[in-house]
């Protein structure tokens, strides 16, 4: 199962607006896509779920999907955390 580490750069961390740009990119694939902050896990394609990890600027989250677009899906996603999640221009 295709796995990354990345690391929450944009000021705010995983907030409202990050944590919907992160679902609407997830929702783009197939594959499953879950996101993990220590033990805790999220479902990348629900909001709720994502904001419950509470993860502030600095937050080193371990990404995993499963499926048939799964590299691409973490591709995305690495691509969405390197842009700051758009934020900060």
Known sequence: ???RTL????QR???ARAATKLVKCSQQFSANIHVYKQQQMADAANIMSLLMLA???GTELRV???GDDAEQALEA????F???FDEEH
């Open 82 to 84: 390197d842009a700051r």
């Open 77 to 80: 996603i690495e691509a969405l």
């Open 1 to 3: 199962m295709p796995e």
């Open 64 to 66: 995993h999907a499963e």
């Open 55 to 57: 993860a502030p600027c």
């Open 13 to 15: 961390g995983l907030h």
């Open 7 to 10: 690391t929450l750069t944009n």
